[in-house]
């Protein structure tokens, strides 16, 4: 069973920065992808940033250029590194890892419990 724990959340005000990290424990047969995602008030969750075990990247366009996603495979941690934070990224912020737990299995989604990141002035 793999567990996710998100941590690095908090208040900033607009233009100041937060890294967010995601912890994995328990093991996985093979990572896809590991990602976050975000869920505004009143809005679908989105994906913000995913990285490959490969290290390959993407972004929504919407923070392109401010954030950054970046990996510790020794640590099994994903960080997510946001810069220029805009009164617009205020959600609850999820990390996911895509993968298969064995292979038996399908791939799946397994979530972590969210982190709220609130940009006010």
């Known amino acids: 069973q793999v567990q996710l724990v998100e941590s690095g959340g908090g208040l900033v005000q607009p233009g100041g920065s937060l890294r967010l990290s995601c912890a994995a424990s328990?093991?996985?047969?093979?990572?896809?992808?590991r990602g976050w995602y975000r869920q505004a008030p009143g809005k679908q969750r989105e994906l913000v940033a995913s990285?490959?075990?490969?290290?390959?990247?993407n972004y929504a366009d919407s923070v392109k250029g401010r954030f950054t996603i970046y990996s510790d495979n020794a640590k099994n941690t994903v960080y997510l590194q946001m810069n220029s934070l805009k009164l617009e990224d205020t959600a609850v912020y999820y990390c996911?890892?895509?993968?298969?737990?064995?292979?038996?299995?399908?791939?799946?989604?397994?979530w972590g419990q969210g982190t709220q990141v609130t940009v006010s002035s």
């Open positions: 328990g093991s996985i047969f093979r990572i896809y992808t």
């Open positions: 996911n890892t895509y993968g298969r737990a064995n292979l038996a299995t399908n791939p799946n989604d397994y």
């Open positions: 990285i490959t075990p490969s290290g390959n990247t």
